[in-house]
């Protein structure tokens, strides 16, 4: 295993994106109506609205399970990290898109003001946490976090494969793209 001395700064990037690509993504699903949005297309979680509400969810047990660490996580606002009782993976926790979009924003405004506190020692440290079945678990903190930002790269590519397939355009999403954003259209 290579030591974290440079991942504080990757978080803050992968952070950075998280809340560029999700705006965007949000943005080209809020092109189609509901009943679009909630068609199953039998994708993993079946639609754009489901696999948006997953990654709510995910986000949302990562996040708690990272709160329970301490400093700095434990200034993770509730209303981010509040799941209620978990019920699986596809929980719904959001019937109204624009409700759910509004909240991604405030989940990753968190997630971006969390990212700038990390320090090395933080991301070091051991996580001990118990997964969705109970079962005990502990690794160092940096692989939770590279683990979170990896989970949601991977759904968005299901919502932006879900969204062509329904003709909608999500453009660039590209990591790489953010280096090039003029600073004004920087998240």
Not at 69 to 81: H, K, M, S, Y
Not at 149 to 156: A, E, I, L, M, S
Request: glycine share 6%; hydrophobic share 40%.
């Amino acid at each position: 295993m290579t030591r974290p001395a440079d991942l504080t700064d990757s978080y803050r990037w992968m952070a950075r994106y998280n809340r560029w690509f999700n705006r965007r993504l949000y943005e080209a699903a809020a092109r189609l109506d509901d009943a679009q949005r909630k068609r199953d297309c039998g994708a993993y979680f079946g639609s754009v609205h489901a696999t948006l509400n997953h990654l709510v969810v995910a986000d949302k047990l990562w996040l708690g399970r990272l709160r329970d660490q301490g400093t700095p996580f434990d200034l993770l606002p509730a209303e981010v990290v509040h799941l209620g009782v978990f019920r699986g993976l596809d929980m719904p926790l959001f019937d109204d898109f624009e409700a759910m979009r509004a909240h991604r924003d405030v989940m990753d405004a968190a997630i971006e003001d969390l990212a700038e506190r990390l320090t090395v020692p933080v991301v070091s440290r051991p996580m001990r946490y118990a997964n969705t079945r109970g079962e005990a678990r502990e690794h160092p903190t940096w692989q939770a976090l590279s683990h979170f930002f990896n989970h949601q790269t991977h759904h968005r590519g299901q919502v932006t494969t879900l969204l062509m397939q329904a003709g909608i355009d999500p453009g660039v999403t590209d990591l790489i793209a953010l280096v090039n954003l003029p600073e004004t259209s920087r998240p």
